[in-house]
């Protein structure tokens, strides 16, 4: 009896098959890291979202408690007017 040619390991599956597993194994590799990086992608944005919706309600709020006019330049968002008067939001 002759032994089995060197392979370099041990192979279960035929070659066909094996590339099939190693490819769903990649792609769930893959996945698992694509998927949380997403997830807080998103979360960030939201943060930025309800941050900014914050700041526009303080605005808001600080524009109708004064008895003059603050001046808002165009493009810039509710945050940078407040930090630029010093009025910025912070957790309570």
Not at 2 to 16: I, L, V, W, Y
Not at 19 to 39: D, E, K
Not at 66 to 86: I, P, Q, S, W
């Amino acid at each position: 009896m002759q032994p089995a040619p060197a392979t370099g390991g041990m192979r279960f599956f035929k070659p066909g098959v094996q590339r099939i597993i190693n490819v769903v194994v990649i792609g769930t590799v893959v996945g698992a890291l694509a998927l949380p990086l997403s997830w807080g992608y998103r979360q960030r944005q939201e943060a930025r979202t309800w941050r900014e919706t914050a700041c526009a309600y303080r605005l808001r709020e600080a524009v109708r408690r004064t008895n003059f006019m603050l001046a808002v330049k165009d493009g810039e968002n509710g945050c940078a007017t407040l930090a630029r008067l010093g009025l910025d939001v912070a957790a309570p």
